[in-house]
């Protein structure tokens, strides 16, 4: 089991850019596979990216494709999505996941420790 713990959300206007952090502990952090997800009110979780344990292999949700990127620094235990062009749809609450296994990265089912999410606001 790892503790993850995000940070680097807040509010930002259409257009601009934030990077999202998500800190693990208590694991081997290079032994997991990573995802975002994000949920707005009312709606539910969605995928946004996954980053195999090495980091040679991503996964993009198509809403997100070409502006997110998702990158880790297995030395810092730190996986991070910089987030680009941002869009009011964008707004969401976000959230970095582990997981051990499974082979369909979209699927929340599949990951077995989330943090506690971190607020993204995009005005228009």
């Known amino acids: 089991q790892v503790r993850l713990v995000e940070s680097g959300g807040g509010l930002v206007q259409a257009g601009g850019s934030l990077r999202l952090s998500c800190a693990a502990s208590?694991?081997?952090?290079?032994?997991?596979?990573m995802g975002w997800f994000r949920q707005a009110p009312g709606q539910e979780r969605e995928f946004v990216a996954a980053?195999?344990?090495?980091?040679?292999?991503?996964l993009y949700a198509d809403s997100v494709e070409g502006r997110f990127t998702i990158s880790r620094d297995n030395a810092k235990n730190t996986v991070y999505l910089q987030m680009n062009s941002l869009k009011p749809e964008d707004t969401a609450v976000y959230y970095c996941?582990?997981?051990?296994?499974?082979?369909?990265?979209?699927?929340?089912?599949?990951?077995?420790?989330w943090g506690q999410g971190t607020q993204v606001t995009v005005s228009s």
């Open positions: 208590g694991g081997t952090f290079s032994s997991y596979n």
């Open positions: 996941a582990a997981r051990m296994w499974g082979s369909d990265w979209s699927n929340p089912m599949e990951y077995d420790d």
């Open positions: 980053i195999r344990w090495r980091g040679n292999s991503t």
